[in-house]
Each structure stands twice: as C-alpha cells, then as structure tokens.
C-alpha cells in the first residue's frame, strides 16, 4: 500500500491544529460577552460557545452560582456522569476525567423500549430510570431529550436521588424551552436547590452538553 500523500493545496487556510486551539479560543473571548458570566464559569461558558460556535450563547446562559465547583468536587471523587444520550456520552473528552469517571448512557439498554411503553413516555425518559442508585452525587447532562429532563426532576420530586449537578441543554422546538425553565426555577418551586448549568430557549443539543461537561472536569481551557 502507498504511503498516504496530501494532496496539492488549492486553498488558504490555517492547518496548524494547536495554533487553531489557542486562536479559537481567543476569539471566542474577544467576541463573546462575558460580562454576566459567574467568575468561575467563564471557562465553561467559552467551551460552550467553542462547541457551538454561537458567540451570542452567553444572552440565553444561565449558569447556577455553585455549579462549577459542585460538579468538580463530585467528580474529583469519582463521581459517574450520566447521559440522555450516546452522542453526549461519546462528545466528553475521557482524557480530562480526573478520577477516570464512568461516562453512561442507558438508552440503548434492551428493556429500555418496553419501559417507555409502560411508563407512557419517550425511550430517553424512561432510560433515566436505570440509573439507580448511580444518580446519587452524580453529574447528569441531558443535552438531547426535553422529556428526560422533566423526568429527572420528576424523578427526584419522587424522593429519587440527588445528583450533584446537572447540565441541562437539551434542544428541540417541543418542550425544549419549558424543561430547562423548569430546572431554573427547581429551587424556588420546590425548595430542592441543585446546582445547573442550562441555556434557555430553543437550542441546546449534545455538542453543547459535552462542551459544558468537558469545561467541568477540569480548569484547563
């Protein structure tokens, strides 16, 4: 087999991957209003805008003032971080774990359709209740499923475990925004104060999700 070659270049373009790493990242900050960003959160929020590439995320960013050090302290004990879905599972970068965390997603677990169809749900809310005892002290991100974030708080309104936080961004036109109002207003409606991170509206998705739980597991931008 012939050795790969590159082929001729006809565009001009910067081809230098840590030299893009660090310009991304510096013009995210020129670009991006950080202004309303707790201290400690504005290296979650630029991995977040880096993720979707929306310099305007930060207007609909809502970041809960414990959040980052609640979730870096869980997973610095070995905390597992639980997802809606396999494509925010597969978007967490396991080089930046610090405790070699699980990363897990139930959603493609065999009984996971049948329990939808008894529960009368969606298959991504119904997956959330295999996580067990695993959600206690957890990191959860749900960054696809609106109905698994309205599960979850229902969840722990029914005397399930507390996770130790939550990354909330799931996407969509159908509940999208109202789950992730619900979280923000979780304390004040029921007094159970977890510490969130969500972006309201609309968008939302796994890229996001992952670009928020990838900022958690470290300070390293």
Avoid at 52 to 73: E, I, K, N, Y
Avoid at 154 to 183: H, N
């Amino acid at each position: 087999m012939s050795a790969a070659l590159r082929p001729p270049r006809r565009y001009d373009y910067v081809d230098d991957g840590p030299a893009i790493y660090v310009d991304s990242f510096a013009t995210i900050r020129r670009e991006t209003d950080l202004s309303r960003v707790p201290a400690d959160a504005e290296r979650l929020a630029v991995r977040m805008v880096h993720g979707t590439g929306q310099t305007d995320l930060t207007r609909d960013l809502q970041v809960h003032p414990g959040l980052v050090s609640a979730a870096r302290s869980a997973l610095d004990a070995g905390a597992p971080i639980l997802c809606d879905a396999h494509m925010v599972a597969s978007g967490i970068t396991r080089a930046r774990l610090p405790r070699d965390n699980d990363v897990v997603c139930t959603l493609s677990d065999p009984g996971v359709r049948d329990l939808a169809a008894r529960m009368g749900t969606t298959r991504s809310a119904a997956a959330l209740a295999l996580w067990g005892d695993r959600l206690d002290g957890a990191v959860v991100a749900i960054g696809n499923a609106p109905t698994a974030l309205f599960h979850l708080l229902e969840m722990i309104l029914d005397g399930a475990p507390r996770p130790a936080a939550i990354v909330g961004c799931p996407v969509g036109f159908i509940g999208a925004a109202e789950s992730k109002a619900a979280l923000a207003a979780f304390a004040d409606d029921h007094g159970i104060d977890i510490p969130f991170v969500t972006v309201h509206g609309r968008r939302g998705g796994s890229a996001m999700t992952a670009s928020a739980v990838n900022a958690l597991t470290q300070e390293a931008e």
